[in-house]
Structures are given as C-alpha cells and as structure tokens.
C-alpha cells in the first residue's frame, strides 16, 4: 500500500484511462474532453514517451490486448488499435465491459446499447487481427460484468457477473 510513483499530465487536459502494453513497450492515455469543443482522444506512446498515433475516440476502458493491440470501449463502439501499425484494426457497434486476450481471439463480455447504455448480457469471442466474431453467446439479466477469467484445463474462459458466475468454451482452431 506504499506509494511508488505518481504522475501527472502537464498539459492541463485530464485523462480519463491508460493501458500499457506488454512488457512496456508502448502505452496508452485517453483524454477527456475538458470544455466544450474540444475532443477526447486516445494517445498512443512509445517506452520512451514518443508519440505513436493518436484516435479521436471517447475512451472510457483500454486494455492492452497484445503485444501490439490496443481494446477500446467507447460508449458506442469497441474498437481495436494496432498500435505498431497506428491505425484502427476494425471495430464492433456497442461498448465493451470485460475484455480478455486469449492466444488468438479476444473476449468481450457485455456490452452497452449505444442508444440507451443499457447492459447487453452478451459473450462474444473474435479474432484479434480481424475482429471476425468466433462464437457468440447471450445470456438473461446479466447485472454487471465483474471480470473475464483466464482458460481453465478444458479451454474454458470464465465469466463473472452479477448474479452468475459461468464458463464459456473457446473455439478450438477446427473449422
């Protein structure tokens, strides 16, 4: 519980979520738009604090999917960066709540209704390079998503939500 470091932005625009990227190698701020007319962005930085790329997008979770994948949830959209590449790789209407790398494939589980922000109860696995859905699977009254558990022995992801706790299967690789 000791304090280690601590850091501020020196350019007056609050951030709002960062991820950092396996090992370090890269890392990511999102801003929040601080008065009226400004935009919020995703900024994408190197080790050394270079700037890679930035994304007008309004963040509100980053997760560092691989080595070179960004995962943003918007309140509309999820949206995967390939930061080495700096550009979006492909995105998915709804925003992320829970989101897990998993080898090849990323699971998202909930996501929000861009008309309303209601919570969809919905698992979803695709794959990172394309964002091509895998396996989809809805559930009933999912409260709130808490946490996405890494494969147990059987290949299966675990999910935590209010009021279940379950696992999902993860596609194989058979066709």
């Known amino acids: 519980g000791v304090l280690v470091s601590q850091s501020a932005r020196?350019?007056?625009?609050?951030?709002?979520?960062?991820a950092v990227g396996p090992g370090g190698a890269w890392y990511a701020v999102a801003t929040r738009a601080a008065q009226e007319g400004q935009i919020s962005r995703v900024h994408c930085y190197s080790r050394e604090g270079a700037s890679l790329a930035t994304f007008d997008l309004a963040a509100v979770r980053l997760v560092a999917a691989s080595q070179q994948g960004l995962a943003v949830a918007t309140p509309e959209r999820t949206v995967y960066?390939?930061?080495a590449n700096r550009?979006?790789?492909?995105?998915?209407?709804?925003?992320?709540?829970?989101?897990?790398?998993?080898q090849q494939h990323g699971v998202l589980a909930g996501f929000r209704d861009p008309a309303t922000g209601?919570?969809?109860?919905?698992?979803?696995?695709?794959?990172?390079e394309s964002g091509e859905?895998?396996?989809?699977?809805?559930f009933?009254?999912?409260?709130?998503?808490?946490?996405?558990?890494?494969p147990n022995?059987?290949?299966e992801v675990g999910v935590i939500?209010?009021?279940?706790a379950f696992r999902f299967p993860l596609p194989t690789g058979k066709k």
Do not use: C
């Open 161 to 164: 939500a209010q009021p279940y």
């Open 140 to 150: 009933a009254d999912l409260h709130v998503i808490s946490a996405i558990l890494p």
């Open 133 to 138: 859905a895998v396996a989809a699977q809805d």
């Open 87 to 102: 550009h979006i790789a492909w995105s998915l209407e709804g925003g992320f709540e829970q989101f897990l790398a998993v």
């Open 153 to 155: 022995e059987k290949g």
């Open 81 to 83: 960066i390939n930061v």
């Open 10 to 18: 020196t350019d007056g625009v609050p951030s709002a979520v960062m």
């Open 118 to 128: 209601a919570l969809i109860s919905r698992v979803l696995i695709v794959r990172l």
